[in-house]
């Protein structure tokens, strides 16, 4: 067995050292350009915004009653049950499902009053709104929203409506 030359001894510790400051200098470069803003920081969170949902009806059914339920989704249910009902999911239920693709955050469920107006409140980002008007013509809306900033007005009108249904 023969011992190592004195060269493989010298640039053995020489490329240790390379690869060692190699592998750090590339860590430091991905750490550097990560975002400021981290999770635990100090920093104030952006504050939930307040959402006025309006519904207009239109002169035709002035006298129908608007007090119907209007949910906030972080997700878009429909497209979420349509993929669950699709792709087979063997011992998963629908309801675990959908908390998995909301990621954690929850509906927020708001009742219009009389005249057609509520107030809710919704932390920031993109939620779709779903809501359903029965009558002589049904109208449903699944509008996707991006709630940013202190202050929004959602109106719910015909022109918006996602489907229009007449009953005969």
Same mark, same amino acid.
């Given at each position: 067995? #023969?011992?190592?030359?004195?060269? !493989?001894?010298? *640039? #053995?510790?020489?490329?240790?050292? &390379?690869?060692? =400051?190699? +592998? @750090?200098? &590339?860590?430091?470069?991905?750490?550097?350009? =990560? $975002?400021?803003?981290?999770?635990?920081?100090?920093?104030?969170? $952006?504050?939930?915004?307040?959402?006025?949902?309006?519904?207009?009806? #239109?002169?035709?059914?002035? /006298?129908?009653?608007?007090?119907?339920?209007?949910? !906030?989704?972080?997700?878009?249910?429909?497209?979420?049950?349509? %993929?669950? !009902?699709? %792709?087979?999911? &063997?011992?998963?239920?629908?309801?675990? @499902? +959908?908390?998995?693709?909301?990621?954690?955050?929850?509906?927020?469920? &708001?009742? +219009?009053?009389?005249? /057609?107006?509520?107030?809710?409140?919704?932390?920031?980002?993109?939620?779709? *709104?779903?809501?359903?008007?029965?009558?002589?013509?049904?109208?449903?809306?699944?509008?996707? *929203?991006?709630?940013? /900033?202190?202050?929004? #007005?959602?109106?719910?009108?015909?022109?918006?409506?996602?489907?229009?249904?007449?009953? @005969?």
């Amino acid at each position: 067995m #023969t011992t190592p030359g004195i060269i !493989f001894r010298l *640039v #053995t510790p020489v490329l240790q050292a &390379a690869l060692a =400051l190699g +592998l @750090f200098s &590339a860590g430091w470069l991905i750490y550097r350009k =990560l $975002p400021t803003h981290v999770a635990n920081s100090t920093e104030k969170r $952006p504050s939930d915004a307040l959402i006025q949902i309006v519904m207009r009806p #239109t002169p035709q059914k002035v /006298g129908i009653q608007l007090d119907v339920s209007v949910e !906030f989704y972080p997700v878009d249910i429909v497209a979420v049950h349509h %993929e669950y !009902f699709t %792709e087979r999911r &063997a011992g998963k239920r629908f309801d675990d @499902f +959908l908390n998995e693709r909301m990621n954690g955050r929850r509906p927020v469920i &708001a009742r +219009l009053d009389q005249s /057609g107006r509520a107030l809710v409140t919704v932390s920031p980002g993109t939620w779709w *709104v779903h809501a359903a008007l029965a009558g002589e013509e049904d109208l449903e809306w699944r509008l996707p *929203v991006s709630v940013a /900033g202190p202050k929004q #007005t959602i109106e719910l009108t015909p022109q918006n409506a996602y489907t229009r249904t007449r009953s @005969f």
